[in-house]
C-alpha cells in the first residue's frame, strides 16, 4: 500500500488497509487500489513459494521395544 485506505474486499466489511503493508486482495479491489494510486501490484516473494509445509510422509519408524530375558524355570 501507497497509502493508508479503508476498502471493501467483499462489498460488506469494510477493512482498512495500511500503508507500507502487502496485502493479499480481490482482484477488483487491488485493480481500484492501484488505479486510484494508493497501492502498487509487490511480487510474490520466493519464500512463501519455494516448499510447502508438509509433514514427514516416510514410513513410521519400526517399533522397537525393549525385550526382557525369558525367565529360566527352576
Not at 60 to 68: D, F, I, L, R, T
Amino acid at each position: 500500500m501507497l497509502k493508508t485506505q479503508a476498502g471493501s474486499p467483499d462489498g460488506l466489511t469494510v477493512r482498512v488497509y495500511q500503508k507500507d503493508r502487502r496485502y493479499d486482495l480481490p482482484k477488483a479491489l487491488a485493480e481500484v487500489f492501484i488505479e486510484e494510486g494508493w497501492a502498487r501490484l509487490a511480487m510474490a516473494s520466493r519464500t512463501a513459494k519455494s516448499k510447502p509445509d508438509r509433514k514427514n510422509l516416510d514410513a513410521a519408524p519400526e517399533n522397537k521395544a525393549v525385550q526382557k530375558p525369558a525367565l529360566k524355570n527352576k
